[in-house]
């Protein structure tokens, strides 16, 4: 907020601009910019592949290094590394099959400018009076 006893109060920010010589515009359709606001949708996949990998290794070093008083308990982490291995696997094979690299949407997002360079100039002086429509025109007389 401003103190409305402030000196500054009426003056106005100091707002510096620079010219570039051109401007590059890309179109991008919806889809891909869905893709790169969210990622790829296979992503959700890897990370739970990971995650089930992570569990099953734990497991398998859990099965490898404790004694177990209960059979039950070393059924369940069995259960645990074979199931966390098997959909693990199911899950970065579909991501692998899936995967669409944000490099290459970039890249045909880029290559898009190429041989499609038009060269549009902005009138130096801009119209500043609107032009009334041809169909439109009243007779002053």
């Given at each position: 907020?401003?103190?409305?006893?402030?000196?500054?109060?009426?003056?106005?920010p100091l707002?510096?601009?620079g010219?570039?010589?051109?401007?590059?515009i890309?179109?991008?359709?919806e889809?891909?910019?869905?893709?790169?606001?969210?990622?790829?949708?296979?992503?959700?996949?890897?990370n739970?592949?990971?995650?089930?990998?992570?569990i099953a290794?734990?497991?398998?070093?859990?099965?490898?290094?404790?004694d177990?008083?209960?059979?039950?308990v070393?059924?369940?982490?069995?259960?645990t590394?074979?199931?966390?291995?098997?959909?693990g696997?199911?899950?970065m094979l579909?991501?692998?099959?899936?995967?669409?690299?944000?490099?290459?949407?970039?890249?045909g997002?880029?290559n898009?400018?190429?041989?499609?360079?038009?060269?549009?100039q902005?009138p130096?002086?801009p119209?500043?009076?609107?032009?009334?429509?041809?169909?439109?025109?009243?007779?002053?007389?």
């Open positions: 907020m401003v103190d409305p006893n402030s000196p500054y109060k009426d003056e106005k707002i510096r601009r010219r570039v010589d051109s401007l590059n890309y179109e991008v359709k889809h891909e910019l869905e893709l790169l606001e969210n990622g790829a949708a296979g992503t959700l996949q890897f739970f592949a990971i995650f089930l990998f992570s290794l734990t497991c398998i070093a859990a099965l490898a290094t404790a177990f008083k209960w059979d039950i070393r059924s369940i982490f069995v259960f590394t074979v199931v966390g291995l098997v959909v696997s199911y899950l579909s991501w692998w099959r899936t995967r669409t690299s944000l490099k290459e949407v970039v890249s997002i880029r898009r400018l190429n041989g499609q360079v038009t060269d549009t902005i130096e002086e119209e500043t009076q609107p032009k009334i429509p041809e169909g439109n025109e009243e007779s002053n007389g």
